[in-house]
């Protein structure tokens, strides 16, 4: 499996999103792209080096792990599921709720960055 970065595993699993749900190997595709996030999002992590970024990097944690929760959960019942329409909204919300995690991570980071060279003042 090529490692991706998770900005690159998002935008791949969109673009398959946006193809055709009648192709045959569609849900196939969704599941390795699904497979392909997962992965990107186990190797994202953020150690903090100041002490009062360390509950928002627990926070992180957790979160990260309950999205990789859901995406094995998605990942496990796609092939099963009849509906191409629901599947591609759940992944849809899943998407979504991925991208907000990694606002977020860039967010901390740019805060431990702004603590070591002194913040904006």
Known sequence: MVLMTLESAISD?????SHARSASNW??????????LRQALSDERVE????WLTPRTGVMERERRQLLGRISAVGAG????????G??????????????YRQRLHDLVY????MEIGGSE
């Open 27 to 36: 849900r196939w595709l969704v599941r390795q792209r699904l497979s392909i």
């Open 48 to 51: 903090a080096r100041e002490g």
């Open 13 to 17: 699993l969109q673009e398959t999103l």
């Open 87 to 100: 599947v591609a909204t759940e992944v849809r919300r899943l998407i979504n709720d991925v991208e907000h």
């Open 78 to 85: 796609l092939l099963d599921r009849l509906e191409a329409d």
């Open 111 to 114: 805060d431990s960055v702004a």
